[in-house]
């Protein structure tokens, strides 16, 4: 066969062409077929089939991470009921209105019985927050180091949260009683719970 026999073919009697040739003409055919096919539907599925796969594999870690969390569910319950009843305590150290005052008395006292004289016991404005209102005190007291100390360790052991903030202590020099005595500044804040409709 040559290139003559090529150009005698008859395109419109293709069922007498030689048989080499025909053989070629399907086998183009099937490769156009093929290429065809993959791209207007195989590319497509394995494009779908690579998103699904990575989507299996994030499916994957939720379930292991959700099971974990099932798993240990009556451990999270449990630790939830402990800090609930932790929260419910600490909610009950926060005074309400009417105990507002007796807590400023015992901040005071706590300072006297500690052998301070207090220059400044000066209740500023509530701070409201979000369940709570802080309750800011400016204090300036004049005593020896030691006596701070327990003055300070008495706030810590008053059944209510009282804490000191912004604490400045200065040296002014001889007192009369001739002994050094230092003075202390100092906010002390205690908090107060806000009740449903303050909390609004």
Same mark, same amino acid.
């Given at each position: 066969?040559?290139?003559?026999?090529?150009?005698?073919?008859?395109?419109?009697?293709?069922?007498?062409?030689?048989?080499?040739?025909?053989?070629?003409?399907?086998?183009?055919?099937?490769?156009?077929?093929?290429?065809?096919?993959?791209?207007?539907?195989?590319?497509? &599925? %394995?494009?779908? %089939?690579?998103?699904?796969?990575?989507?299996?594999?994030?499916?994957?870690?939720?379930?292991?991470?959700?099971?974990?969390?099932?798993?240990?569910?009556?451990?999270?319950?449990?630790?939830?009921?402990?800090?609930?009843?932790?929260?419910?305590?600490?909610?009950? &150290?926060?005074?309400?209105?009417?105990?507002?005052?007796?807590?400023?008395?015992?901040?005071?006292?706590?300072?006297?019985?500690?052998? %301070?004289?207090?220059?400044?016991?000066? #209740?500023?404005?509530?701070? #409201?927050?979000?369940?709570?209102?802080? %309750?800011?005190?400016?204090?300036?007291?004049?005593?020896?180091?030691?006596?701070?100390?327990?003055?300070?360790?008495?706030?810590?052991?008053?059944?209510?949260?009282?804490?000191?903030?912004?604490?400045?202590?200065?040296? #002014?020099?001889?007192?009369?009683?001739?002994?050094?005595?230092?003075?202390?500044?100092?906010?002390?804040?205690?908090?107060?719970?806000?009740?449903?409709?303050?909390?609004?």
């Amino acid at each position: 066969m040559n290139l003559q026999d090529l150009n005698d073919l008859d395109m419109s009697n293709v069922g007498v062409w030689p048989a080499p040739i025909k053989a070629i003409l399907v086998a183009v055919a099937c490769v156009l077929v093929v290429v065809a096919g993959y791209y207007l539907d195989i590319e497509g &599925q %394995l494009q779908r %089939l690579n998103t699904d796969e990575q989507k299996e594999v994030q499916l994957r870690k939720d379930f292991e991470v959700k099971q974990a969390k099932a798993a240990n569910l009556d451990a999270y319950r449990k630790q939830l009921d402990e800090m609930k009843q932790s929260f419910g305590a600490m909610l009950r &150290q926060l005074p309400n209105k009417t105990e507002v005052a007796d807590l400023l008395v015992d901040v005071s006292q706590t300072g006297l019985a500690s052998g %301070l004289e207090f220059e400044l016991f000066k #209740p500023l404005a509530e701070v #409201p927050r979000e369940f709570y209102a802080e %309750l800011p005190i400016q204090i300036k007291v004049t005593g020896h180091y030691h006596e701070f100390g327990t003055f300070i360790s008495g706030l810590a052991a008053l059944p209510r949260i009282v804490t000191i903030h912004d604490i400045k202590i200065t040296h #002014p020099g001889k007192s009369k009683e001739g002994g050094d005595k230092l003075v202390l500044e100092a906010t002390a804040k205690t908090y107060r719970y806000l009740d449903e409709e303050e909390a609004r």
